[in-house]
């Protein structure tokens, strides 16, 4: 088996978010990696040409990258201390931008949490898992949040 150094953790800021990063960082410790937290902010570029300006689609994101910043930089502080981490804020698709950050990182496995969608949520929104377990070519541990 390849030698695990460099982990991304894949997190949205939800309630289950410090569940993915615990995992994370018992993985980093582990093996003695590296971990690269990642935010994938939505592009919202789908939008435009719905009689919204796409300036205005652009102000949005723009501020949600800069509240998805502040947050990252407030979340590895709480949830990482002790460990070789950086944070990362990409913009797009969450499955895509999870896989292109992991190879442009160099990383050796994901960590990321399913939010366990099924039935009718599962066919309208996907799962974001699940398309990065099917296209990824490392190991990826998805963490099930707890009830």
Known sequence: MKQVQKILCAVDFSEFSPSVAETAKTMANA??????????????????????????????????????????????????????????????????????????????MIVMGTHGRTGIDLILFGSVAEKVVKSSPIPVLTVRPGK
């Open 31 to 108: 093996f003695g990696a590296e971990i690269v937290v990642l935010y994938a902010a939505p592009s919202l570029s789908q939008y435009v040409g719905f009689h919204v300006p796409p300036t205005s689609i652009e102000n949005f994101v723009g501020e949600i990258v800069t509240g998805a910043e502040k947050s990252m930089d407030n979340f590895l502080s709480e949830h990482f201390e002790g460990v070789k981490a950086t944070g990362k804020v990409a913009t797009g698709y969450a499955a895509e931008e999870i896989l292109k950050v992991a190879k442009d990182e160099k990383a050796d």
